[in-house]
């Protein structure tokens, strides 16, 4: 459980230290605070669409977060769910459909008809969306991950990252930590954060963990952020991003305790608790 208050509001002077890659903000405000849309402004919109991406931009969020797998046909979509059930009007697994397949299916009226017209994107055009604009988060899905490096979903993304010029505005993380030293071999100098996962090293602490994956930030679930690895993440100047936070209350107190952002369904939200700071 976390412990906040006895930090003090470290927020306005907190800054991100050099020793951590990390992506560069189109919008940074220069608070060393990120406000993350978590697959999008997806409170409001279908998750991880373009509609959802489209409003996170206009609630002038700094960075959206979204999901990769693959298709059939090797192309990186953007989806959270390994299975279209409960977010598409189709069925089965996302790696069984080709992207013509995928793209035939309502993405938003899960949600509300009125975003019928919704379909699964690609990285590739959530990236040509993103480039001048926001900052994204790409979290490599566990199940997408293979041993298989050349060609495989680390080095497909990174190519659409080069191709989009968006290699200084993008963090890659993923709970699969084989898929962070992918990228790290691939591309050395791209930033990656460590999804915290307990089946992994469960007794590291985060500084030994980013360490040992050669990581620059540590995301977890704010359940996750105990007294003990929140003094660590202090202790050794670790950009920290935690998720999924809707409540205002618990958002101010991450503020409080020192993270470096927050991922949120309402990103508007946490905006205005952030200004609150300034």
């Known amino acids: 459980m976390l412990v906040c208050g006895a930090f003090g509001n470290s927020f306005s002077q907190s800054t991100m230290t050099q020793e951590h890659n990390l992506p560069s903000l189109f919008n940074d405000d220069g608070d060393g605070f990120i406000v993350i849309a978590h697959r999008g402004a997806s409170a409001y919109y279908p998750e991880n669409t373009m509609a959802a991406f489209r409003a996170a931009v206009e609630m002038d969020a700094e960075m959206i977060e979204l999901d990769v797998l693959l298709s059939k046909d090797g192309v990186p979509v953007v989806s959270h769910d390994a299975t279209l059930n409960a977010h598409t009007n189709g069925s089965g697994r996302v790696i069984n459909h080709t992207l013509e397949e995928l793209k035939k299916f309502d993405a938003g009226s899960w949600f509300d008809q009125r975003f019928s017209d919704q379909q699964i994107p690609t990285l590739g055009e959530v990236l040509a969306f993103a480039s001048g604009k926001i900052a994204v988060n790409i979290e490599i899905k566990t199940g997408a991950v293979t041993d298989q490096i050349k060609g495989g979903i680390e080095e497909k993304s990174l190519e659409l990252v080069r191709e989009h010029n968006m290699e200084d505005h993008v963090l890659f993380s993923s709970f699969n930590y084989n898929a962070l030293q992918h990228l790290k071999e691939l591309e050395p100098e791209i930033p990656v954060a460590l999804l915290y996962n307990r089946g992994w090293y469960n ?13 620059d930030a540590f995301n977890c679930s704010y359940r996750q952020l105990t007294k003990r690895r929140l ?41 205005r608790v952030v200004s609150e700071y300034h």
Do not use: C, W
């Not at 590291?204 to 990581?215: D, G, N, T």
């Not at 305790?257 to 905006?271: H, M, R, S």
């Open 203 to 215: 007794r590291l602490l985060p500084h030994q963990l980013l360490k040992q994956f050669k990581a």
């Open 231 to 271: 003094a660590d993440l202090r202790t050794h100047d670790i950009p920290s991003f935690i998720y999924t936070v809707n409540r205002e209350s618990k958002m101010r107190k991450l503020i409080n305790a020192g993270v470096k952002g927050i991922f949120t369904n309402k990103p508007d939200v946490l905006k």
